[in-house]
């Protein structure tokens, strides 16, 4: 007997770089999640009044930790980077001892919570502008990390008219409260309507009995004249 093959095709593996350019976009993913990070908060802007004292803030988080975390300040002069303070951090539980470059600055960081943030006193418009909070941790083979602050310098803060904004809301929250009245309103007259049929129907059922009885129909009550005898 012949034992004949059938002409079955079995998959053939894709391209080896594919397989090497999944592994290290995977790599690269979970690598970039143990990244270090710079944060300045939800809202990365601030608008203060001359000659007031502000603070701008940042922090830094690494899933890998630090060691020997270099961190600075800078300040964006018409285009210059001007360096307003700088320090390494040598762990997670050290106190940096920061360099300050400009008046009126102070470190209030300290480091605790990862807390590198800075003061500035009796701000002047000259100091309005963008401040980059940036850090290089030596754990990532020195990739450098930033996030930018921006601080608006005025006369006076200007009252924002909300009128527009609560006569909206007013508006919205009353067609809701009728909306909801409405629909409790239409519930509650069904409800009702609901009952008085069933209270119709009863008193029809009941109204029909008393019919029958009156007619001397079956099961009436009525006295029923017996059958004459033959003589």
Same mark, same amino acid.
Request: glycine share 4%; aromatic share 14%.
């Given at each position: 007997m012949e034992v004949q093959w059938l002409g079955v095709e079995f998959p053939r593996p894709g391209p080896p770089h594919r397989a090497v350019g999944l592994i290290f976009s995977i790599l690269l993913g979970a690598w970039s999640a143990q990244a270090l990070e710079m944060l300045v908060g939800k809202i990365p802007f601030l608008q203060a009044v001359n000659g007031s004292t502000v603070m701008l803030p940042c922090s830094y988080a690494s899933c890998i930790g630090i060691e020997d975390l270099y961190f600075n300040w800078q300040f964006n002069d018409n285009g210059t980077m001007q360096k307003v303070c700088d320090s390494v951090i040598a762990s997670e539980t050290s106190v940096p001892k920061v360099a !300050?470059?400009?008046?009126?600055?102070?470190?209030?960081?300290? %480091?605790?919570? %990862?807390? !590198?943030? !800075? #003061? #500035?006193? %009796?701000i002047t418009f000259e100091d309005g502008g963008e401040y980059t909070c940036f850090g290089r941790n030596p754990k990532e083979k020195g990739r450098n990390h930033s996030a930018i602050f921006h601080l608006l310098v005025v006369d006076e803060l200007k009252v924002v008219d909300n009128t527009l904004t609560i006569m909206i809301a007013s508006a919205v929250g009353g067609a809701i409260a009728a909306l909801m009245g409405f629909m409790l309103l239409k519930n509650f007259t069904l409800y009702v309507l609901s009952k008085l049929e069933e209270r119709n129907k009863e008193c029809l059922v009941t109204s029909s009995g008393i019919d029958n009885t009156e007619n001397g129909l079956s099961g009436s009550k009525a006295d029923s004249k017996p059958t004459p005898k033959k003589k």
């Open positions: !300050i470059y400009r008046e009126r600055v102070e470190f209030v960081g300290m %480091n605790r919570a %990862n807390n !590198i943030s !800075i #003061l #500035l006193w %009796n």
